[in-house]
Antibody
Framework: QITLKESGPTLVKPTQTLTLTCTLSGVSVSTRGVGVGWIRQPPGKALEWLAFIYWDDDRRYSPSLKNRLTITKDTSKNQVVLTLTNMDPVDTATYYC????????????WGQGTLVTVSS | QSALTQPASVSGSPGQSVTISCTGTSSDVGNYNYVSWYLQRPGKAPKLMIYDVTKRPSGVSTRFSGSKSGNTASLTISGLQADDEADYYCSSYTSSNTLVFGGGTKLTVL
């Protein structure tokens, strides 16, 4: 059984950097074909994809946010970390991480999400 | 990349069929068979319903089916049930191997 769990601050101030961690169990982030993505959803709005990192360390970023995003993985802890710099109130959203097996599907397992509010 | 275009809302009565469209471009939906559909209930994480345009993950009802024509993908739900009421999102991979979502469609079961 694959599970993912997001962790990080619930409140950040404008201009600060957000760091979120996704901890996986039931699958290794270094297993061939495995990818982990971050997706966010502002309250009452649509899903927005942010970034992917794959087993081979290939990284993909949303073109509109790539200057502010960094995604990394820690294979020893089986975690994926997302950082988003220069936070703004418009970045207030529920942030999800999700698992992807490249060869056999899409985002098939999701974390429960974590709400991050940007406010001074 | 721009978000894929979905109708804001659709509705249907129990037992009927409804179809939700998802329009992209030749840089995403039109040239790649990597369209997925997600169901999201209030306060919950999305659930994968369809991937690779037409494939259903294990456990997803056969009432859900996907298709694609040109730059537009579609999700059809047959035999509509009250429990199908939710928000539905499409997604597609792009020529840059990035991902783009649609704006979401609220399905109301009358």
């Amino acid at each position: 059984q694959i599970t993912l769990k997001e962790s990080g601050p619930t409140l950040v101030k404008p201009t600060q950097t957000l760091t979120l961690t996704c901890t996986l169990s039931g699958v290794s982030v270094s297993t061939r074909g495995v990818g982990v993505g971050w997706i966010r959803q502002p309250p009452g709005k649509a899903l927005e994809w942010l970034a992917f990192i794959y087993w081979d360390d290939d990284r993909r970023y949303s073109p509109s946010l790539k200057n502010r995003l960094t995604i990394t993985k820690d294979t020893s802890k089986n975690q994926v970390v997302l950082t988003l710099t220069n936070m703004d109130p418009v970045d207030t959203a529920t942030y999800y991480c999700a698992h992807r097996q490249v060869t056999i599907g899409d985002l098939d397992y999701w974390g429960q999400g974590t709400l991050v509010t940007v406010s001074s | 990349q721009s978000a894929l275009t979905q109708p804001a809302s659709v509705s249907g009565s129990p037992g009927q069929s409804v179809t939700i469209s998802c329009t992209g471009t030749s840089s995403d939906v039109g040239n790649y068979n990597y369209v997925s559909w997600y169901l999201q209930r209030p306060g919950k994480a999305p659930k994968l319903m369809i991937y690779d345009v037409t494939k259903r993950p294990s456990g997803v009802s056969t009432r859900f089916s996907g298709s694609k024509s040109g730059n537009t993908a579609s999700l059809t739900i047959s035999g509509l049930q009250a429990d199908d009421e939710a928000d539905y999102y499409c997604s597609s991979y792009t020529s840059s191997n990035t991902l783009v979502f649609g704006g979401g469609t609220k399905l109301t079961v009358l």
